[in-house]
């Protein structure tokens, strides 16, 4: 099983440790809310408490494999027991935690994501996500969302966030109207003037 995340995501340098380390370092969260996580516990490497969600046939195996919890509790950076929880479902559909119950939304290519989970989000909670699938351009249109910084990737251990001139930022190329609506069905995030690797923004 752990095979799956050496295939997809240590071999190929492609872990965001460095990600996860500088949102550790800068906002302290306490609970983690990955949905459309695939085999991607990278997270579970820093953070003690994280829940993820994916819909994805047999993902469930990959959590209850015991090399999976060996490799977390031999590789981890922390010395809390590690809490994890795997639901395997649509993350559009409710999930048994509590409303406003989580400090940070993980969304990288996984859909729409900060829009499905939103309301387990603590108020002054933030969303890491990336625009692969539009779910930062998506974000950036909800009033309830506010960017408050950027992330960029220099290698998989290093990352970088910066709040510098964060306003040059998520401006459309063209000048065409793109609404919540038309981003969903194309699931496309919307060309930008200057682009991140990710961004960050807070719930209101
Ligand atoms: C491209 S993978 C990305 C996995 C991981 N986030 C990463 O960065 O490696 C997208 C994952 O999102 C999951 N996903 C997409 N839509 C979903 C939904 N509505 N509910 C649950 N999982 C979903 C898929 O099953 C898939 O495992």
Redesign the pocket.
Known sequence: MLNLYEK??SKKEYTSVGLFREIKKRFNPKRILY????V?ITPSLVFPDVVY????RN?QKFYESLQVKEFIEKSKEYSEKTKIKFYH????KDIPEDRESFDVIIS????FVGK?VKKYLKKGGILVCNNSHGDASMASMDPDYALITVYIRRSDEKFSISSKNLQEYMIPKKKVKVTRKSIEETTKGIPYTKSSSGYVFRKK
Do not use: E, I, K, M
């Open positions: 997809y995501h949905p459309g996580c695939y991607h969600v994916d819909s994805f993902t479902q649509d993350y559009n990288q290519y996984g859909g499905a």
